[in-house]
């Protein structure tokens, strides 16, 4: 067990080092000089040069590399030309608004995905699973954005249940703690502000999780399928369980191994997709915040971004070895080498994960 | 030696390349249906701009967000300019634009696949680390960054999805020759003396690539969806372009007034979306015999 996570914890830095390597190559290739967003936009020449000398632009490649890495291991991912703001306390205040989304939308992933997939799996080839089937590479079809748009046309523009964008209603404010708009209205016992905060978050909620409900589904179906043929399901019918106890307690439990990986990887991807959301939507957040960054071509924001993404994707992916090492007991044991780990990741279907990075 | 004969039976050359496109018995309707529109979407593509009844660039204020009618199926944007043209135009350019990244990152991800599976102990670990960082973004995020990095504009959109579409691959081809390294033929070839290389590209890596190409229809909706995501937050295809994702970026102001300009090429990238996806999951299945039992 401990040779599993201290493995997992290496590969976890190598990347971590790596995204270093890849953005620096990035801070290279920008257009843009970052002397000169540091210095302002009126400074003379020898500003330039000095601001250049002082973050060390005007050394070899090879020398600026460590100083950029040692500068991240300190959280300083530069100036934001646009905010003329350190980059990482533009995406701190941006970022709880994007948790909130996301965690959100997989509030509604895992509660539509679920119950589909073991539904499915349990009726395998019935008309049921055929109409899964269906829902779910449809899921994996449709444009994120767009699917944005097309639910304010018809549940904000025609119908007006929903409101079309922002995070409250015109006028209404909560005290910022936690950032999280819903959040913090419940904190400042306002029952109202929270409706109207939720209410302003189910529709990006649900466009953000269309994408990756697909990929859920057809993981919990196809593991539910195979853990449901396997000889311990059958010893617990014979034993007389009754058949919602065989597929929930004995089945579904061992079926969310490999379940559990994916939603760990979906986070990072669904604070990727925040990028199509919430410009959509109108609602703060890091996707909003990465898109105007290119827009502007403010440098060091954009890749404080991909990096901050990137570190909270390996994060999540620590968090779903700790969860598989309660989840499969297999892994608990002494000497659980990743030999034995390896069976639990089979019934990921390589070929749906791919899909879900839209 | 029961788990090699085993391997051989399922994965080697078991399938003729004759029965790989015979008419599918086991074809339900929707996946007939989804072929279907899947190559009409390619003949689109193909001869698009000869079937378009107007120029899809030409500014008309005078008809501009006109409802959809029986000149403009699909109505015109707030420029006049015909949707359903424009739609006809933009399947060129948004599955070129796929079909360029999936080869590319085929092609990256095959030979760097091999050379991991082939090349030793130390080679595979460095570009599996490689590959490791590469997945360990959202494609779009790095897509986002690369695409700033070379300034907005769909060529740079579709050069960032190739440098951050092939990990995956390389990841796919390396297990898939690892397989097939191991099977009995590839060790008759070469006990017979076949030389390395031929090894590779005549017996290793036409037998590894049935996956590889299910794999790649399946990718065909995920780059298409990418790139229009690009094209709509403004680093892809720029807005006056025939490029669906950058239609519906340019319409979405008028969402409430003009629906028509942000449904259409939205149908158009879910339409094509969808058929590949299912085309794909139905190759997926005929290819692989170990799950043929489990869908009826």
């Known amino acids: ?358 | 030696m029961k788990t090699a004969v085993a391997d051989t039976v399922e994965r080697g050359p078991a399938v003729p390349r004759r029965r790989r496109f015979a008419p599918a018995g086991r074809a339900s309707i929707v996946d007939r249906v989804a072929l279907a529109i899947a190559g009409l979407m390619v003949l689109i593509a193909l001869v698009g701009p000869l079937l378009a009844p107007h120029d899809p660039y030409s500014v008309n204020l005078g008809q501009a967000l006109h409802a959809p009618s029986a000149d403009h199926w699909f109505g015109t944007d707030a420029n006049g300019r015909d949707i359903f043209s424009r739609v006809l135009y933009g399947a060129r350019v948004s599955l070129l634009a796929t079909v360029i990244v999936i080869a590319v990152a085929t092609l990256i991800g095959t030979i760097v696949g091999t050379l991991a599976a082939l090349g030793g102990r130390v080679a595979d670990e460095v570009l599996m680390r490689i590959c490791d960082i590469g997945l360990s973004l959202p494609a779009i995020i790095l897509a986002l960054g690369l695409a700033a990095a070379l300034g907005p504009g769909l060529r740079s959109a579709v050069i960032a999805l190739c440098l951050t579409w092939w990990p995956g691959y390389a990841r796919l081809v390396r297990t898939l020759v690892r397989d097939v390294r191991d099977a009995e033929y590839v060790e008759a070839a070469r006990t017979l003396g076949v030389s390395t290389p031929r090894l590779v590209f005549r017996h290793v890596l036409p037998n590894s690539l049935d996956t590889l190409y299910v794999q790649t229809t399946l990718d065909v909706s995920a780059v298409m969806l990418v790139i229009s995501g690009l094209s709509f937050v403004g680093v892809g295809a720029q807005v006056p372009s025939a490029e669906w994702g950058a239609m519906i970026a340019g319409a979405a102001g008028n969402l409430t007034n003009g629906w028509w300009a942000v449904v259409f090429p939205g149908l158009a990238i879910m339409l094509t979306a969808v058929s590949f996806n299912l085309v794909g999951d139905w190759l997926r299945v005929r290819n692989d015999p170990t799950l043929r039992g489990r869908r009826s």
């Open chain 1, 1 to 358: 067990m401990a040779r599993f996570l201290l493995r997992r914890l290496v590969t976890s830095v190598v990347v971590l080092f790596g995204l270093g390597v890849v953005t620096f190559l990035m801070s290279q290739v920008l257009p843009g000089d970052p002397a000169r967003a540091a210095a302002g936009r009126n400074a003379t020449a020898e500003q330039v040069a000095a601001v250049s000398a002082r973050l060390g632009l005007d050394k070899p490649v090879w020398e600026q590399f460590p100083a950029y890495l040692g500068n991240l291991l300190h959280g300083d991912l530069g100036t934001s030309v646009f905010t003329q703001r350190p980059v990482l306390s533009d995406i701190g205040d941006a970022l709880p608004s994007s948790l909130e989304l996301v965690l959100a939308a997989m509030l509604i992933n895992v509660a539509i995905a679920v119950p589909l997939g073991v539904y499915a799996a349990y009726r395998r080839g019935r008309a049921a699973d055929v109409a899964a089937r269906l829902i779910v590479l449809f899921g994996a079809g449709v444009p994120v954005f767009w699917l944005g748009l097309m639910l304010q046309l018809v549940f904000a523009d025609r119908l007006g249940a929903l409101p079309l964008t922002g995070q409250l209603g015109f006028g209404r404010e909560v005290p910022s703690i936690t950032g999280m708009t819903s959040v913090d209205a419940l904190l400042s016992g306002d029952p109202a502000a929270f409706s109207d905060a939720v209410s302003h978050l189910v529709l990006p909620a649900v466009t953000l999780a269309a994408a990756f409900v697909a990929v859920v589904a057809r993981t919990v179906r196809s593991s539910m399928i195979s853990v449901l043929d396997s000889d311990y399901i059958t010893l617990a019918r014979a034993t007389g369980a009754s058949e919602w106890r065989v597929v929930i307690r004995h089945g579904l439990r061992n079926a969310l191994v490999p379940v559990s990986t994916i939603l760990g990887m979906q986070l990072g991807w669904m604070l990727g997709s925040t990028v199509l959301v919430e410009s959509v939507f109108g609602r703060r957040g890091i996707g909003a915040y990465a898109v105007n960054a290119v827009l502007q071509n403010d440098l060091y924001a954009v890749i404080g971004t991909v990096l901050v993404i990137g570190v909270v994707f390996v994060l999540a992916n620590i968090v779903v070895d700790v969860v598989q090492l309660w989840l499969n007991p297999r892994l608990r044991q002494p000497g659980g080498s990743r030999a034995s780990a390896a069976p639990a990741a089979e019934p990921v279907e390589p070929g749906v994960v791919e899909g879900a990075a839209t």
